[in-house]
């Protein structure tokens, strides 16, 4: 089948979002009065939603839904106020030319942040369908990605999804699509990438 769509996950992909994630990850610990190596926050910070991430870091948030969620709202204000610190990766100045030829959807392991980085990176506009863990489980789950080929109406066959860790490589194929794993800092693996599904 000829290619339709590409489903693009966000950070490490399109957002170059690591320090990012890693300052906000212990802003938040600190200002809830955990104390946490940031070596260890290092380890979590990718890959994973912020709620999988604060358990692994802190097991008791694990008993305290109402911590949980309240530490995730201040997330949310956390993110927004370092959102500086994100980055378009080489793959995130090509999705204008890209939303030209292909249906564009994010599937993202974050929550209320992900538009916001999108929009950040530049490349909001580009994307009809944004689908986060909240509204699916988070990936490795393929939840989020069969959601994203429904939204966008075409058939797994018709598409590819683009992530940069072994959570996406699971839930992509999980899910039945041709799955590729890229480092989007890496100019020349972006550029690689495109070849690869026949998008250059």
Known sequence: ???????????????????????NTGELLKMHGFSVPLERIEKMSSAHSAETVLVALVPSLGKDAALCERMLADLSEITAKNLHMVKPTPLAKKIG?????????????????????????????????????????????PGMVRLAL?????????????GDNPEDEAAGKAAGVRTFLVDGMDE?????LLGDIGAQ
């Open 97 to 141: 030319a890209l939303a030209g030829r292909y249906l564009l959807a994010a599937a993202s392991n974050r929550k209320t942040s992900a538009r916001m980085v999108l929009g950040k990176i530049g490349v909001e506009e580009f994307f009809g369908v944004v689908v986060t863990s909240a509204d699916a489980p988070p990936k490795p789950d």
């Open 188 to 192: 020349k693996a972006c550029w690689k």
């Open 1 to 23: 089948m000829a290619l339709k769509a590409i489903i693009f996950d966000i950070d490490g992909v399109l957002a170059d979002s690591r320090e990012a994630v890693v300052q």
């Open 150 to 162: 429904a939204r966008l109406g075409v058939e797994a066959g018709e598409s590819v999804f683009v």
